[in-house]
């Protein structure tokens, strides 16, 4: 039985991630789950704190953004499934990108966010599989997607 790759992008500040990975557990599917790194402090100096103090900001989050980059392009480009999540606090550019890169690789996308955020995310609502409003909804597509069941 084939394992199914879903990576996980997009907002750190809420639980989506544990309700859609204890979903999939729970409906017992076969989904190894992948995410950027959450830790905020971590993703931030992880440029610096491997390779070097930077006395300017721009170059500091330059070096952190590109040792990400290693991991991020790396899983979306394994993943069957990318599942990007856009919360409403904060403006997650790199969950854009994230959709915007999947889709390049033609990857299946399943954008969640709250129908507030509908027009904001036109373009990238266009560009996904399906747009859902709750975890749930993501688990339930997974089931449906795998198993082919409702």
């Not at 639980?15 to 789950?33: K, M, T, Y």
């Not at 904060?90 to 709250?114: C, E, M, P, T």
């Not at 709750?134 to 997607?145: A, G, K, M, T």
Request: aromatic residues 8%; hydrophobic residues 45%.
């Amino acid at each position: 039985m084939k394992t199914w790759r879903v990576y996980l992008s997009g907002e750190i500040h809420s639980d989506w991630r544990e309700r859609i990975e204890h979903g999939a557990a729970d409906a017992g599917l076969p989904v190894h789950f992948d995410s950027p790194v959450l830790d905020h402090e971590n993703s931030d100096d992880c440029g610096v704190e491997i390779l070097g103090a930077e006395e300017s900001n721009f170059w500091r989050d330059h070096k952190g953004a590109k040792v990400n980059a290693i991991r991020t392009r790396t899983l979306l480009s394994e993943a069957d499934i990318v599942v990007v999540r856009f919360g409403d606090k904060w403006r997650q550019w790199n969950a854009a990108f994230d959709a915007g890169y999947a889709s390049a690789l033609g990857k299946s996308i399943i954008v969640l966010h709250d129908p507030a955020l509908t027009h904001p995310l036109k373009e990238v609502d266009a560009a996904a599989m399906a747009v859902a409003e709750e975890p749930d909804q993501v688990v339930d597509i997974l089931r449906y997607v795998i198993r082919g069941e409702l």
